[in-house]
Each structure stands twice: as C-alpha cells, then as structure tokens.
C-alpha cells in the first residue's frame, strides 16, 4: 500500500523521441488510477518509468514517500502484469505462480499458502495443475495476475492487460480486475488505449495526448466536464457533437448562430462560466454537446433548431439518430453541412428525411477556443474577465470604487477588460459581492461564483458559502492582467534567471579541505548541498558545472549588498497593499516582492537566494525541469 507520487517527470529516448512531458501526478494510496490515451502518447513509458523499467530524464518519482528514481525495479515493491501474460509454457500453474517466490529462497508451505490464497481470490483453484497451454485467454491473464498478487506488492501495475482477450472476455474481466482492486485494497495504475476501460475501472483518469497529460479526473467530470476538445472528443461513444459558431449575449440570454445561420436561444445561466470575451457575437467557438445530451423537441421554438434524418442505428436498448443541421438536404457535395448524433429511445419512430426541431440541454454544453481547442467554460474555471474602470481619482472594479494604484498610474481614463486569477482574490474588505454559487471541488476546495452586476466572479474558499450570503474580499491588484494592447503586466511570483553552478574548494573550521558547490546567479551565489549536487550531476553528467541553466529560486532581501544579484533597475511597482522591484537580472525581467522593506525614497533594492528554499533547474532552451 502506497502513494505514488510523479513530479515533473520527462522521459527522452536516446533517439530523441520526448515521449513524456511534465507528467504530474500525486496517486492516493489505494487508487485505481488508469492513463489512457491513444497509441503512442507515451502511457507505457510513464508505467514503465514507475516500474524501474526505463530511465527517468528528469524528475522526480516517489513510491511511499521513497525517491526510487536510482532504486531497482525489484526494490520498488511493485508488480507489473503485462498484455502478453508471459507464463513460463514449461510449468504449471502452481509452479507459474510460485515462481518469484521460490526465488526468494521462501520455505516450501509459506509458498503454498500463498498460491492458494491467490487461487482463491482469482477463482483458479481447480486449475493450479495444468499447464497455461490447456488455458484459456482470460484463465492465463488471471494466472499472471496470480503471479503478481503472490508478492504482496505496495503497488500493481498493469500495462493493457486484457488488450489479447476477445470483446465478452475482456468485459467480465474488467469487473475481475475491479473486483480485485477492492478486495486488495492496493493501489493499481493500468493502462490502456480503450476509453470504454477507463471509464469503467478508473476513480481517476489520466487522459494524455503526444506524451502530455491533457487532463487528470474522475470518469463522470472528464464526461461532463473536458479541459479541451480531444478530451471531449476522445471520451464517449458516439463521440461528442461539434459545430462552428458565434455567441451573444442578449440581456439574460445566449444566442447562438450555427454555420447554416440558424439560431438557438439558451439562458444566460448555462453560460456563467463561459469567458465573456467569447460572447461577442463575431468570434468563432467550437460547441460541443454530446449526443445524450440532444433532444428531439416537441414542437419549434427559440430554443430549437432544425436537423434533417440522414440514418438510423437501432440498438436495442437505444436508438442514435444521425442528422445534418438545416432543412434541407444539400445536393451540392461543396457544401459541408455539420452532422449531429442523437441518443433516443428504442421506440423511435422518425425516419430518414424526417425533419425534427432539437433542443439541447444548455448546464452540459461544452464551448472551445476554435484554434486552442481548449475549453472556454471550464468546470473549474482560474480567472474570471471582468471590467476595470479608471475615472478621474478612483478605480472601480465590480462597479465597486477603490484608489487608482500608482502601479496602474499610466492607465488613461476609460474601460478596461481584465482577467483576474481566483487564487489572487482572498479574504478582505475591498470589494463585498452577492454568493451567486458555491460548488464542492475537493476536499475543502469550493468554486465560489459571485455576481456583479452583469459579470460574474470566481473565487476558491476553503469553506463552504451559503448562495445570496455576501462575501467580501481583496484583490492582489499585481496579479490583474489587461489585454494586449496595455503595457501593464501581472507581476511573475517566481524569480528565474540564467545561472550556473560551481565547485569551490575550501577550508573548513577543523583545517581540512572540503568541496562545496554552488548555484551562482549574476555573481550572487547559494550553497546547494551534496545530495542536490549528485543528483543534478547524475542527470546531467560532465556538463553539470559548464553550461548554462534557467534557475527558478525564491529571493531574499538584504541589508548590505554582500553577495547581493547584479541587476539593473526597471522599475519600483506599487500596488498599494504590496510594492515590487521589477529589474532585469542578466537577460530575464523579475519580480522581487519588497513589500517587507519598502520605502518610497528608495530607489533600488539588493536582494539574493533564500538559501533556505530549494532552487528549481530547467534546460535553458527546452524549458525541461532538470531537478
Ligand atoms: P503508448 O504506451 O501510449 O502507446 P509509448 O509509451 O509506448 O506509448 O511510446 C511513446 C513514444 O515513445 C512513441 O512515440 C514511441 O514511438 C516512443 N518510444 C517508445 N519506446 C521507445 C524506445 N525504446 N526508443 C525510442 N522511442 C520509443
């Protein structure tokens, strides 16, 4: 029983395939974790790394609180059922199933207990005799997990392992391996390219794409709720309708324009958490509604559209309703008309040419960027688009006045559209607004919507709010970011420049000679300890004390300039509640918090490392977190 933690982790083959990029993950001791993806997005390899199988590039990777990124694959407590079960044709079952433990040089009636054990819990008691040949394919799977489960592993994993079974096979051994998860209670990471597995056997899924991971959730929010459209896309059959269109926002309502320039009108409130930039009436946006989702309205209204039958599928249970948007059919092949799938009853009784209005349920509309393809309407949305005014003496944001910070100074007078991130708006008594929503996130993590006027603001709160309770907050004003075209920019919290790192021989206390090494940032340095220094060295090798890295660190400020960072001084930053010391340290612009130290008379700031806080390294030019 362990967590498995997976931070920054990259895999780069010798042949310079990146085949994992940033793969972060922290799996909770007992979960049943399954990374699906299709061919090629790099599952087997991260699966593989958590096995000892490959090399990890860099990263770090922990089972049970342990750094096992040097540690063995056999002194991982892991194990591993692969698709080909790989049984041993020569010997038994029993004698497959004892095979590691016999090994172990284990005594020969502990051995016993434990195959039967495993026998027992996997159903193959009658079985331990034969030999695989004399198995069926889901019999011999289940030898193979045997084999694994014997060796009491903290943790399984298990690399498509019902991939070689037939369609009726592999969906009773899906519930097998579920049913063993709980009997177990172990964590499991499983791997698989089938979306229908995924869903059925994962509490989380980790859904990846070219060796990134797209999104990380439980089955029903990667349903309901996909980060982008491949997500949208590549969970849920028949897969999830797209259509080209453009949104407006008419007083507390949506309407949306296809690309046959029909129109559906939707309330506002299935929008909320939609980007407003979005609703504009000229941007083009992908919607997405899946076919569950669809319904064949009664009668035409505003909130339908027209779609004509082009076929039919009867399943039985259901019926899918496959049509293309508008009333009439196109004869010219040039003209590409969207199609729309719809889930329906069995009894059904339409038929191919039948016009039918449709009408979708608005709370589970899906709404993308057209070239990002990322969601615009996030389950969990990070920043909400509001209107900053400047007038005359004060600023108002929310239509609620506070004073114009000297930061924001060079602001001419008028409307400003702004993003401001949730995690920048906490308790206070700037700003008091109306709890429109409040939804449970995670554990002590709610999504907290308040409504101004006509914008809508998202908040994280530890606790819980109650809707129309009104809450009052700050805002951290450094954090506001303003459209391209204002040359006023979020503060960046993390400090990051080109460094180095050094060898220097001295003297310590006692007269002996010692090695130490340092990270060395604009003739500023920091010690970096020993085990830093291997660990950095062995991922890097020779190159490790002459090139160049980007350091991320945390800075301190100083009282005297005594191995203070050269920098040039860009500007000082006041932002009322907080002052920041914007200056360039070699090629990068930072941001250096003086709050604590702040004086207005002041011209410059001499700051260094915290030596205290760890120091983060990336490639200077891939952008690679090196440790
Ligand atoms: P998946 O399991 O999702 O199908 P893999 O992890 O097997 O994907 O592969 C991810 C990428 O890494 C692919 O582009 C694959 O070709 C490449 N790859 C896998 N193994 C190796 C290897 N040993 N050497 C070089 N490239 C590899």
Do not use: W
């Not at 054990?117 to 799977?141: F, H, N, T, V």
């Not at 193979?144 to 070689?164: C, H, M, Q, T």
């Amino acid at each position: 029983m362990a967590d498995v933690v997976l931070n920054h982790i990259y895999k780069v083959y010798p042949n310079g395939v990146q085949a994992v990029t940033d793969f972060c993950i922290n799996i909770k001791d007992k979960e049943f974790i399954v990374f699906v993806g299709p061919s090629g997005c790099g599952k087997s390899t991260t699966l593989r790394m958590i096995a000892g199988l490959e090399d990890i590039t860099a990263g770090d990777l922990y089972i049970g609180n342990k750094l096992v990124n040097d540690i063995q694959p056999k002194e991982r407590d892991i194990a591993m059922v692969f698709q080909n079960y790989a049984l041993y044709p020569h010997m038994t079952v029993y004698e497959n199933i004892a095979f590691s433990l016999k090994n172990r040089h284990m005594p020969k009636d502990q051995i016993n207990k434990l195959v039967i054990e495993a026998a027992k819990i996997l159903d193959i008691e009658d079985y331990l005799q034969r030999k695989p040949k004399e198995m069926s394919g889901g019999q011999r799977q289940r030898v193979a997990l045997g084999r694994a489960i014997v060796r009491n592993p903290k943790v399984f994993l298990l690399d498509e392992p019902l991939s070689n079974l037939d369609a009726k096979l592999r969906a009773s051994m899906r519930t097998e391996i579920t049913k063993l998860h709980k009997k177990l209670a172990t964590t499991f990471i499983y791997v698989t390219h089938d979306q229908v597995e995924a869903m059925t056997m994962g509490t989380r899924i980790v859904v990846m794409k070219k060796g990134f991971v797209q999104q990380i959730d439980t089955p029903t929010n990667l349903y309901d709720h996909p980060i982008n459209k491949f997500v949208a896309g590549f969970i849920g059959t028949p897969q999830m309708n797209f259509f080209d269109s453009t949104l407006i926002h008419l007083q507390d309502k949506v309407e949306i324009t296809f690309e046959d320039k029909q129109k559906m009108v939707l309330p506002f409130s299935d929008f909320v958490k939609c980007d407003s930039e979005y609703i504009d009436g000229k941007t083009n946006v992908t919607l997405g509604i899946r076919p569950d989702n669809v319904k064949i309205a009664e009668k035409k209204g505003q909130d339908t559209i027209d779609v004509i039958i082009t076929s039919m599928e009867k399943l039985g249970n259901e019926t899918l309703i496959y049509c293309d948007l508008g009333n009439v059919v196109t004869t010219d092949e040039n003209v590409t008309k969207s199609s729309i799938i719809i889930k329906t009853t069995p009894d059904y009784e339409g038929k191919i040419g039948d016009i039918i209005a449709v009408k979708f349920n608005g709370a589970l509309l899906q709404i993308f960027d057209k070239e990002t393809e990322v969601s615009l309407m996030p389950y969990f949305p990070t920043y909400s688009r509001v209107t900053l005014e400047i007038g005359e003496k004060e600023m108002a944001l929310f239509d609620q006045k506070i004073a114009i910070p000297s930061a924001f100074k060079t602001l001419k007078k008028g409307k400003y559209t702004v993003k401001i991130p949730n995690d920048s708006i906490s308790d206070g008594k700037d700003f008091g607004l109306e709890c429109y929503m409040c939804e449970k996130m995670e554990e002590n993590k709610y999504l907290i919507t308040l409504k101004a006027n006509n914008e809508y603001v998202f908040a994280t709160s530890p606790v819980a709010i109650t809707k129309g309770d009104i809450v009052h907050f700050d805002v951290e004003l450094e954090d506001i970011e303003f459209n391209k075209d204002v040359s006023i920019y979020p503060v960046k919290h993390e400090v990051e420049a080109e460094g180095h790192f050094v060898k220097s021989k001295e003297k310590s206390e006692n007269g002996k000679h010692t090695v130490n090494f340092y990270a060395e940032i604009a003739s500023a340095q920091c010690r970096v300890s020993a085990n830093f220094i291997s660990r950095f060295v062995n991922i890097e090798g020779r190159r490790s004390l002459s090139a160049n890295y980007r350091l991320k660190f945390v800075p301190k400020l100083l009282e005297t300039s005594e191995n203070a960072m050269a920098h040039k001084v860009l500007d000082i930053l006041d932002y009322g509640r907080k002052q920041y010391l914007k200056a360039e340290i070699g090629k990068s612009v930072c941001y250096i918090d003086i709050t604590s130290k702040y004086d207005k008379k002041k011209k410059d700031y001499d700051f260094s490392f915290d030596d205290t806080q760890p120091i983060a390294v990336y490639t200077l030019d891939t952008n690679v977190k090196i440790i």
